[in-house]
C-alpha cells in the first residue's frame, strides 16, 4: 500500500510540474543554439543579420503580422512582443511539422521543449530567435500552446529564391 501511495503521489507531482512548463514564466536557453538544418532553414548568426522583424502576439490569439516575405540567404531576426496577458510561442516550420507538434501539445500540455527556432514569450514580455532561411518555399509560424493554434494564431513566411 505505501508503495502505492508513494507511487501516486510521485506520479502527481511530475504532473503538476508538467502542467507548470507552459504557465506564464518565462523559458531559458539552455546552453548553445542547436545548428541543425531544417526544411525551412537553420538557427541564424546574430553578427549575420539582414534585417529585424517585429511581431506582434495578442490574447485575440493572432499575430501582427501574419504574413511575411524573405528572401533565400537572409538571415532575420524577429523579435516577438506579447502584449497579452497570457503566454505565447512563435514556432517556425513546415504546416505539417506544426500539426504533429500541435497535437502533442495537446496531449501533453506540460511539456517542455526548446529549439532555435521557437521562443515563449511571457505576458508583457519581449523574446527573439535567430533564423537563416536557406532554403525557397512557403513555410508556417503558429502559437502551440493549447486552444491558441486552433484559434487561429498562424501565419506564412514566404522564403523567395535567389
Given at each position: 500500500m505505501?508503495?502505492?501511495?508513494?507511487?501516486?503521489?510521485?506520479?502527481?507531482?511530475?504532473?503538476?510540474?508538467?502542467?507548470?512548463?507552459?504557465?506564464?514564466?518565462?523559458?531559458?536557453?539552455?546552453?548553445?543554439?542547436?545548428?541543425?538544418q531544417?526544411?525551412?532553414?537553420?538557427?541564424?548568426?546574430?553578427?549575420?543579420?539582414?534585417?529585424?522583424?517585429?511581431?506582434?502576439?495578442?490574447?485575440?490569439?493572432?499575430?501582427?503580422?501574419d504574413?511575411?516575405?524573405?528572401?533565400?540567404?537572409?538571415t532575420?531576426?524577429?523579435?516577438?512582443?506579447?502584449?497579452?496577458?497570457v503566454?505565447?510561442?512563435?514556432?517556425?516550420?513546415?504546416?505539417?511539422?506544426?500539426?504533429?507538434?500541435?497535437?502533442?501539445?495537446?496531449?501533453?500540455?506540460?511539456?517542455?521543449?526548446?529549439e532555435?527556432?521557437?521562443?515563449?514569450?511571457?505576458?508583457?514580455?519581449?523574446?527573439?530567435?535567430?533564423w537563416?532561411?536557406n532554403?525557397?518555399?512557403?513555410?508556417?509560424?503558429?502559437?502551440?500552446?493549447?486552444?491558441?493554434?486552433?484559434?487561429?494564431?498562424?501565419?506564412?513566411i514566404?522564403?523567395?529564391a535567389?
Amino acid at each position: 500500500m505505501k508503495l502505492r501511495t508513494a507511487a501516486l503521489l510521485l506520479s502527481l507531482a511530475s504532473i503538476t510540474t508538467l502542467a507548470s512548463a507552459h504557465g506564464n514564466e518565462e523559458h531559458k536557453k539552455a546552453g548553445p543554439v542547436k545548428m541543425e538544418q531544417k526544411p525551412w532553414g537553420i538557427a541564424g548568426n546574430a553578427k549575420a543579420v539582414s534585417r529585424t522583424i517585429e511581431i506582434g502576439m495578442t490574447d485575440a490569439m493572432r499575430f501582427t503580422p501574419d504574413k511575411l516575405e524573405v528572401r533565400e540567404g537572409e538571415t532575420v531576426r524577429f523579435v516577438h512582443t506579447n502584449s497579452g496577458k497570457v503566454m505565447h510561442e512563435f514556432v517556425l516550420g513546415t504546416k505539417k511539422e506544426l500539426d504533429e507538434h500541435a497535437a502533442l501539445m495537446k496531449k501533453f500540455p506540460g511539456m517542455e521543449h526548446e529549439e532555435p527556432y521557437m521562443s515563449h514569450v511571457a505576458p508583457g514580455k519581449r523574446g527573439e530567435i535567430v533564423w537563416q532561411f536557406n532554403r525557397a518555399g512557403e513555410f508556417d509560424f503558429a502559437c502551440l500552446l493549447p486552444g491558441h493554434y486552433e484559434a487561429g494564431m498562424v501565419g506564412k513566411i514566404k522564403v523567395v529564391a535567389k
